[in-house]
Each structure stands twice: as structure tokens, then as C-alpha cells.
């Protein structure tokens, strides 16, 4: 069955490329925002020296971001205002493809009868701006070449991107205000 929910607007891109920092601004600005699901995982692995991680056990770490994705997705009501997310479905999507994994048509799947808003909105690698931290191991490189599966896999799912522009965050939330689809 498909489920389309147009007021849920993914905000996605390679690791360190300013979009959380959007989405806070964002919910300062009053919005709802949903939180990154593959943060959220690390975090609890970690937390309980589990091995789903996307250094340790790839393929578990990629079936809970899937799992935890489709679920966040189904508790948002689509009558809702606009609500921001951090990341997408099609998110663990490029994640599969990254690591070879065996679940890609699974995930096709998930993406195809669960559909966020049609313009979803893509952080560019920005160099300047990019950090490691305990949860974001990759290289600045590692980053550019998730931004361009990203970008593959958001198109393979049928959406219409906008790339956030390089700026200062109120102007990215602004570009993004102003760029809403519908």
C-alpha cells in the first residue's frame, strides 16, 4: 500500500555538511523536526556495546537504520504541518548501496510505498565546515562520494532535488523555506 506524506520535507547529504545545524534553526524557527535515526543508533550501539555500527557489523547497522526509518515515517500523521527530517527512507538506501549490501531491493521497496514530500533537499560537501566526531569517522573524501550515492539514490526513488546553497544557516533555512515544494 503506498503512503505518501507531502508534509514530511527530508533534509539530507553527506556526513558534515551543516544540515543538522539547518534543522536547528529551522525548529527555532517553530518547525518540527525529526531527529537523524542513524545517530540515533550509533549512539544506543555504543551506549550498549552492541555491534550494529556502521564500523562493525554493516549489515545489522543498515536493517535498524531501515527499520527505525520506515518507523519514523509511519508515526507522522500526514495531516501534520511541515515537518523536517533529518535524513530519509532513501537515506539507508545509498547506505546499502555504499556497503554492497544484499537488502537493496528490500529497501527499494520501503521507498517506493513510502513517500515524502516530492523536493527533498540536499547539503553539498563542504570542506570548510567538515569534522570528525565519535560518531562521523569518515574522511572529507568518504563524505563526497556518500553526497553523490546520496544524490543517486534520492533520483533512483523518483524525487526532485534542491542543493542547499553554501551559506550561513539562516540563509540555508531561508533557501529552503522559500524552495518548498507545492
Not at 23 to 33: K, N, S
Not at 46 to 54: C, E, Q, W
Not at 83 to 106: K, Q, V
Not at 169 to 176: E, N, P, Q, V, W
Amino acid at each position: 500500500m503506498l503512503r505518501v506524506n507531502s508534509n514530511l520535507v527530508v533534509i539530507t547529504g553527506g556526513p558534515g555538511t551543516g544540515k543538522t545545524t539547518v534543522l536547528q534553526e529551522l525548529e527555532r524557527r517553530g518547525f518540527a523536526c525529526v531527529a537523524e535515526v542513524a545517530r540515533q543508533i550509533i549512539l544506543e550501539q555504543v551506549h550498549a556495546r552492541g555491534d550494529a555500527l556502521p564500523w562493525a557489523n554493516t549489515e545489522r547497522y543498515c536493517e535498524l537504520m531501515l527499520k527505525r526509518s520506515v518507523d519514523s515515517f509511519l508515526k507522522h500523521d500526514p495531516a501534520y504541518a511541515i515537518t523536517f527530517c533529518d535524513r530519509g527512507i532513501p537515506d539507508t538506501l545509498c547506505y546499502a548501496r555504499l556497503i554492497r549490501s544484499p537488502r537493496e531491493s528490500e529497501i527499494l521497496e520501503a521507498c517506493r510505498v513510502n513517500r515524502y514530500a516530492s523536493r527533498v533537499f540536499l547539503a553539498p560537501p563542504w570542506r570548510e565546515i567538515y569534522e570528525t566526531d565519535a560518531e562521523r569517522k569518515q574522511t572529507y573524501e568518504d563524505a563526497v562520494r556518500t553526497y553523490e550515492q546520496m544524490k543517486l539514490a534520492y533520483q533512483d526513488c523518483g524525487y526532485e532535488l534542491g542543493e542547499i546553497p553554501r551559506l550561513d544557516t539562516a540563509s540555508r533555512a531561508d533557501f529552503i523555506l522559500d524552495h518548498l515544494p507545492g
